[in-house]
């Protein structure tokens, strides 16, 4: 069964601090991994997208690594924001499937 | 704009009835999907569509059903057989395997 794990379920930091989320997943054979983001009781927000073929991307402050021999993928956001606060999702597109499938998500909070 | 509209925002449903939620994407994107979301199960995967006329079920596709019978197009319809519709539900598309873009979402109640 296609799973992702997102570890930790919630994060709470102040305000300036770097901090990491961390997403696994049970399939070696990818498309590509994509991080989320969602505020309350709205949709999803792509944030970064990394093919198969890459190994990260980064969009401001925001730097995402892919290693697909050890299921893993990594959210680094710098110099936190109040903004930042918000549930962030990852999913995969597995090789075998056309089925995106998601964690649960962590839930950040990034206190002033 | 391009993007993905989800209508309406607001549904309610009485028991017993089946309601249609729509999804419409000027994207030009072959791949569409359907999600459901309740607190703290994440997103789970009701159906979805690679291209026109043609859709797989998902993960939770009991008590739903879909059409794609235009690529803007995927509508999803809740019916009396599924017992606990009251959730979040998100639409998605994609294209080529790459980005996928998700609708603002349309919550259901049950009344």
């Known amino acids: 069964k296609q799973e992702v794990t997102q570890i930790p379920a919630a994060l709470s930091v102040p305000e300036g601090e770097n901090l990491v989320l961390n997403c696994s997943f049970t399939d070696s054979a990818i498309y590509n991994l994509q991080w989320f983001r969602q505020d309350p009781g709205k949709g999803l927000t792509s944030l970064l997208l990394i093919q198969s073929s890459q190994r990260e991307q980064t969009s401001g402050r925001l730097n995402a690594s892919l290693d697909k021999s050890s299921g893993r993928s990594t959210l680094y956001i710098a110099a936190s924001q109040p903004g930042d606060s918000a549930t962030y999702l990852c999913a995969y597109l597995p090789g075998s499937n056309y089925k995106l499938t998601f964690g649960k998500g962590t839930l950040l909070t990034v206190n002033p | 704009d391009g993007g993905i509209t989800q209508s309406p925002k607001y549904l309610f449903r009485k028991e017993g009835q089946n309601v249609t939620l729509s999804c419409e994407q000027n994207l030009n994107h072959d791949a569409m999907y359907w999600y459901r979301q309740d607190p703290g199960q994440g997103l789970r995967l009701i159906y979805y569509?690679?291209?026109?006329?043609?859709?797989q079920k998902g993960d939770i596709a009991e008590g739903y059903s879909v059409s794609r019978e235009k690529k803007e197009s995927f509508p999803l319809t809740v019916t009396s057989a599924q017992k606990n519709p009251t959730a979040f539900y998100l639409c998605a598309s994609e294209q080529g395997n790459t980005e996928a873009f998700f609708g603002q979402g349309t919550r259901l109640t049950v009344v």
């Open positions: 569509s690679q291209i026109v006329n043609d859709f």
